[in-house]
């Protein structure tokens, strides 16, 4: 079945950095465009940054020149790199295969990683 795991998040200060991983099985990798999506403290579900099957990626504006998004397709691997965190950054984040339009049922997401930026 799909499984999906994400990694890499924890405390850190304003301006810091993280890097957050997604190990994925269980489906062709390859062929599916990937999501971050993340959902801040008393809020809903927020996309932040998509990566098609080519390569091609795009960013929330809340996030744009700040965060980065990659995959490996060999390792099965999804990256979101995290620089100059705010506190509105924090959250559960999670990876979410399909494309934009239709994206992987939430019953079948990882637990996601939380980020929580403070000082």
């Known amino acids: 079945e799909v499984q999906l795991v994400e990694s890499g998040g924890g405390l850190v200060q304003p301006g810091g950095s993280l890097r957050l991983s997604c190990a994925a099985s269980g489906f062709l990798f390859g062929s599916y465009a990937m999501s971050w999506v993340r959902q801040a403290p008393g809020k809903g579900l927020e996309w932040v940054s998509y990566i098609n099957s080519g390569g091609s990626t795009s960013y929330a504006d809340s996030v744009k020149g700040r965060f980065t998004i990659s995959r490996d397709n060999a390792k099965n691997m999804l990256y979101l790199q995290m620089n100059s965190l705010k506190p509105e950054d924090t959250g559960v984040y999670y990876c979410?295969?399909?494309?934009?339009?239709?994206?992987?049922?939430?019953?079948?997401w990882g637990q996601g990683t939380q980020v929580t930026v403070s000082s």
């Open positions: 979410v295969p399909g494309v934009r339009e239709n994206p992987m049922a939430r019953a079948r």
